[in-house]
Structures are given as C-alpha cells and as structure tokens.
C-alpha cells in the first residue's frame, strides 16, 4: 500500500517563525502535491512538483515555498506565519501511470498564533 | 479555483439507507474522481470515471457522469455508519495530474 506520512499531525507556531510541513511517500511517485483545507472552501491546491528539484504554483501560493531535494520528500514553508495560516495542511502523491488518483497524507493540522 | 461544487452540503441518513451526493463542475474535464474524508483524516480515493465513460460501480458505490450537463452523482447503497465522513468530487482536466476538489458532502449515517 503506499504510504503518505506527515511529519506532525498537530503544529502550534507564533506568527513570524519560519514553519516547515515536511511530507514522506514511498511508492516512488513522481508526483507530489500540498493542499490546504479550511470548512466551507474545500482543499485549494498552493503547489506542486513533478518531478525533483521542480515546483509549480497552484491556486494560492501566496506567502509559501516548496523544497523538493529527492524525490519522495516534499516540504511545504511558510516563511514568516500568519495567523490566516492557520488551517489543514495536506500532502498528496501520484504516480505517472495513475496520475490522477492521489494518496493523501493523515494531514497536518496547524495553528498559528 | 472551485471547479465542483457538491450538493447537499450535508446529508443525514438512516443506516441502511441509501445516500446520493451530486457534484457539478464548470470547465471541460479529464474524468472525475470521489474522495472520502473521514474527520480530522487525509482524504482516500474511492472511484475514478473517464469523460467518456456514463457509469461505473464499485462496490456499494454507483458513480455516473453526465458531461453535457457537467455533473456527476455518487450513490452509495445500504449505507452503514462506518460510511459517515466528508465525500469530495475532483476534476482532473489537462494539466498533467492535477486535480480541483469540491467543497464536500458531509454525510452521516445514523445507526
């Protein structure tokens, strides 16, 4: 079965600090995704990546980055947290075969204060 | 940006039941997928219909496609409590794998 961990399931940060969500797959997916989800919005995709060391913006990359140095581990950093920050992280893969059936991760659930 | 949107927002059955969740989307798609959330989870792929495909089942699952009217509906027969969780529609279109989720069905199945 393919596994898709996250490093915390809960994250408490202050507003400013310099936060890292780091995501882990290990069924050699070429494809790696992070989401957030806040109630009434559904998951809006901020970016993702096909391949290492490649990124790409989705819908609201505003105030992330990504790392993608090898290719099952995907980081998503917020660079200086804010409060609207606060909301489900989730990370997803895919594979080039499947492309468009993810595996999610359990999610991390971060608040910033 | 919202590509599905599902209907009902929240849904309250009987066990045993069954549950019909409709998503509607906007743009020319790929094929569209369910995701099941269950609370506070990551989300699990349950089906997958190609754009040219009208129907398909999966167990207690029954997902059809209607691109004329760009909607699609997810039945889920003899429902029990353990199906209880957020039910999402994604859109897959022609931007490699990328997906636009919906907003969710919050179903629940009362025993």
């Known amino acids: 079965d393919v596994k898709v961990t996250q490093s915390s399931r809960y994250l408490v940060k202050r507003t400013g600090e310099k936060v890292f969500l780091e995501c882990v797959q290990d069924m050699d997916h070429e494809n790696m995704f992070w989401y957030r989800q806040d109630p009434g919005l559904g998951l809006r995709l901020i970016y993702f990546?096909?391949?290492?060391?490649?990124?790409e913006k989705g819908d609201i990359p505003e105030g992330y980055s990504v790392s993608r140095e090898k290719k099952e581990r995907f980081s998503l950093i917020l660079e200086s947290a804010s409060t609207n920050q606060t909301s489900m992280y989730l990370c997803?893969?895919?594979?080039?075969?499947?492309?468009?059936?993810?595996?999610f991760g359990p999610g991390t659930r971060l608040t910033v204060t | 940006s919202q590509q599905g949107e599902e209907d009902p927002q929240a849904l309250s059955i009987q066990e045993g039941e069954n549950a019909t969740m409709n998503c509607s989307y906007k743009t020319s798609i790929n094929n569209l997928q369910w995701y099941r959330q269950n609370s506070g989870r990551g989300l699990v792929h349950l089906i997958l219909i190609r754009s040219n495909e009208r129907e398909k089942h999966s167990g207690r699952l029954r997902v059809t496609l209607d691109t004329s009217k760009k909607s699609s509906s997810l039945l889920i027969t003899a429902s029990r409590a353990a199906d209880t969780a957020s039910y999402f529609c994604a859109t897959g279109g022609n931007q490699g794998g990328k997906l636009i989720f919906g907003q969710g069905t919050e179903l629940s199945v009362k025993p």
């Open positions: 990546s096909y391949d290492v060391k490649m990124k």
């Open positions: 997803a893969s895919s594979s080039p075969g499947q492309i468009y059936e993810q595996y």
